[in-house]
């Protein structure tokens, strides 16, 4: 096992190398550069102030200069300046980074806490009535865009039931670190959460669902029949057991979904998170800022294949890298 996760670490050198070179490429391909934002709110600037401010920022460097200079700020932790923020893009994420990871796995949470119960009972009663009605439900969730179903929940429960509040993640007037703090970023997280939880659940239900309707008619499961073991333990120590296992081997691939959809999340719900920083930075031509929060997501997403690559070589040891 430990080789395996050496060899994957090594893969993921020559991975993470390409992946810097395609997001300095396609950030030198955007229209404009780092000064096209402050432009727009600053139009009056004279031409001798832009072409001090280039030089100052490096732009007018040749362009493998300023990757080499990029890879090398990455390399010590300096991710650049932001030019809309004047702030270090390290301090602009520090703020927000918590946000988004808070929300994304609170969203994981509720999506296994809705989906695995739905997914054993559809598998387990399968044609039953709940089985329709579970089938149903995820093929409506299935059919709902997360941004329409986040804007429907938002509307009815934000403002037509003002029972959650519309925006933020908490509220201004309370004293940080205190107990109404804590109450009140969990106030703000629930309606985002529990939106990116209910479409989130599609997946997980038809995949333990099938995995148990298919589980139940092996030769394992039958000879432990025929031996006589109660149903109950049958499913509980036969079935849901190898069932869930897939599950748990695409918890990586989960995290890396739930943390790309926390941009439409924060951006419908204004929650202050690194996808609604993203959002407005690719707005505001801030290129530091945008190349910094694709490489972290790259990052994530190689982070995320591990993680899902090192559960299923421990679940099936056939997969592993000879």
């Known amino acids: 096992m430990l080789k395996f996760i050496l060899r994957r670490f090594l893969v993921m ?3 993470l190398f390409i992946l810097s070179i395609l997001i300095f490429l396609m950030a030198k391909a955007m229209p404009g550069d780092a000064l096209t934002g402050q432009l727009a709110s600053n139009p009056k600037m004279d031409a001798q102030t832009i072409m001090e401010l280039k030089q100052k920022l490096g732009l007018l460097d040749p362009p493998y200069v300023q990757y080499l200079r990029w890879i090398k700020g990455l390399l010590h932790g300096d991710l650049g300046m932001s030019v809309m923020h004047q702030t270090p893009v390290t301090h602009l994420l520090a703020g927000r980074i918590g946000n988004t990871l808070t929300l994304s796995f609170a969203v994981l949470i509720l999506s296994y806490l809705i989906a695995i119960p739905l997914g054993i009972v559809g598998g387990r009663w399968t ?3 709940a089985d329709k009605m579970i089938v149903g439900y995820n ?8 941004f329409i179903f986040a804007l429907l929940v938002l509307f009815v429960f934000g403002f037509v039931l003002g029972w959650f509040p519309s925006g933020g993640s908490v509220d201004i ?4 670190g205190s107990f109404a703090y804590y109450m009140s970023k969990l106030n703000h997280l629930i309606l985002p959460a529990f939106s990116g939880a209910i479409v989130s659940t599609t997946v997980t239900i038809q995949y333990l669902r099938n995995e148990i309707i298919d589980t139940k008619i092996k030769d394992f499961v039958k000879t432990a ?3 006589g073991v109660n149903e109950s333990k049958v499913y509980t120590h036969h079935i849901f057991r190898n069932s869930l296992l897939p599950i748990a081997a695409f918890l990586g691939y989960e995290i890396v979904y739930l943390i790309g959809g926390s941009v439409f999340l924060e951006s419908i719900y204004g929650y202050p998170g690194i996808g609604q920083l993203f959002l407005s930075s690719i707005a505001q031509r801030d290129f530091s800022v945008v190349t910094a929060l694709v ?3 790259g990052l994530a997403t190689l982070i995320g294949t591990l993680l899902s690559d090192i559960i299923l070589s421990a679940v099936d040891p056939r997969i592993r890298i000879e």
């Open 13 to 15: 050198i020559p991975q």
């Open 127 to 129: 044609n039953s009535l």
């Open 139 to 146: 093929y409506l969730t299935f059919a709902t865009p997360l």
């Open 173 to 176: 007037r309370v004293e940080d």
């Open 225 to 227: 029949r025929a031996k």
């Open 295 to 297: 490489m972290i997501s």
